[in-house]
């Protein structure tokens, strides 16, 4: 089956600075990859996604870029706030009608004022 | 707020005990899937329903089982509890295929 590593799994930057979170997965089979957000006692919140058939997006401080024969993806906030401040979770889903997805272990980002 | 309801928030319950765990999916949404997130093992996939069907299983216990009814809401149930089984459940819903998930805010359970 599908598994998903991710680094770092703490990672603390100043406010204003960018943030990068690197995931890799093993089944090429993969073609979607998500990215949640988790703030204490709530549930994991998409913040971003993509498709296979896709190098990079981005939305607003958000990007995420994704490397299909090297099997890896990656978040990068920039310009970062005090309330990015959570745990992130990158996911890879198999696709073919449904999204078993596979979770990473999470990154803790604590940015500091 | 995703739109997905999760009840209860808390659950505390002893060894041996069965419970049952609420969803409502967004509204529109066919697909429900169950979550479990624990220290350890992180966001695990246990089981998949689309329009009252199962579609998929992950890593489910023999002692859990779900259902979808026909107004889509879902519930799992959790019997013979073992300490082990403490966690926080999560329930999420998508439109149905290829469409992204939306996670609710789950059940805390805590087995003594």
């Known amino acids: 089956g599908e598994n998903v590593e991710q680094h770092p799994s703490t990672l603390s930057v100043q406010e204003g600075d960018s943030a990068v979170i690197k995931c890799t997965y093993s089944d090429s089979a993969s073609n979607y990859f998500p990215w949640y957000k988790q703030e204490l006692g709530k549930g994991p919140q998409l913040i971003i996604d993509?498709?296979?058939?896709?190098g990079e997006k981005k939305d607003q401080r958000i990007a995420v870029t994704l490397n299909k024969t090297a099997k890896h993806f990656s978040l990068h906030i920039t310009e970062t706030q005090p309330e990015d401040s959570a745990v992130y979770f990158c996911?890879?889903?198999?696709?073919?009608?449904?999204?078993?997805?596979?979770f990473g272990k999470g990154t803790k980002l604590s940015v500091i004022p | 707020d995703s739109g997905v309801t999760q009840t209860p928030k808390h659950l505390i319950t002893a060894t041996g005990q069965r419970v049952t765990l609420r969803c409502s999916p967004r509204?529109?949404?066919?697909?429900v899937y169950w979550y479990q997130q624990s220290l350890d093992q992180g966001l695990q996939f246990l089981i998949q329903?689309?329009?009252?069907?199962?579609?998929a299983k992950g890593n489910i216990l023999e002692r859990f089982s779900a259902q979808q009814f026909p107004d889509l809401h879902s519930e799992l149930n959790l019997s013979s509890l073992e300490l082990g089984d403490s966690a926080l459940y999560f329930c999420a819903s998508s439109v149905g295929r290829n469409s992204p998930l939306h996670f609710g805010n789950g059940t805390r359970l805590t087995v003594t």
């Open positions: 509204s529109g949404d066919l697909s």
């Open positions: 329903y689309y329009n009252g069907e199962e579609r």
């Open positions: 996911a890879a889903g198999e696709g073919a009608g449904s999204y078993q997805l596979t």
């Open positions: 993509i498709r296979s058939n896709v």
